[in-house]
């Protein structure tokens, strides 16, 4: 099981970090994807993590300014968010994909666990 947490509002320029915290799964020889909804909106990938940290990917509409890393003493995922910007806003996801094969992946149909989701609210 995984849960997302952390969001709520933000003015833009601002920073959130996003925990997600995973329970009854093996968690540490897991990837871990970051995925966004936005209103009205399809879901999206932010940022995608292997199991042991080592690599990274992300959406190009938030490098350089989001950052993806775990804990997996903690079985945690987080992503901090600076510099957020209205157009941020969104549900945002954490979820684990159908086997290593996808590690990494960028494909919402490629994961398989997903969180529930949490509020980011930025504000102009």
């Known amino acids: 099981q995984l849960q997302a947490s952390g969001g709520g509002l933000v003015q833009a320029g601002g920073s959130l970090r996003l925990p997600c915290a995973a329970s009854g799964l093996a968690f540490s020889i897991l990837s871990v994807g970051w995925f966004r909804q936005a209103p009205g909106k399809e879901r999206e990938f932010v940022a995608a993590?292997?199991?042991?940290?080592?690599?990274?990917n992300y959406a190009d509409s938030v490098k350089g300014r989001f950052t993806i890393s775990r804990d997996n003493a903690k079985n945690t995922v987080y992503v901090q968010m600076s510099s957020l910007i209205p157009e941020d806003t969104a549900v945002y996801y954490c979820?684990?994909?159908?086997?290593?094969?996808?590690?990494?992946?960028?494909?919402?149909?490629?994961?398989?666990?997903w969180g529930q989701g949490t509020l980011v609210t930025v504000s102009s």
């Open positions: 993590i292997n199991r042991s940290g080592s690599s990274t």
């Open positions: 979820a684990t994909p159908k086997s290593s094969f996808y590690s990494g992946s960028t494909k919402e149909n490629d994961y398989k666990y």
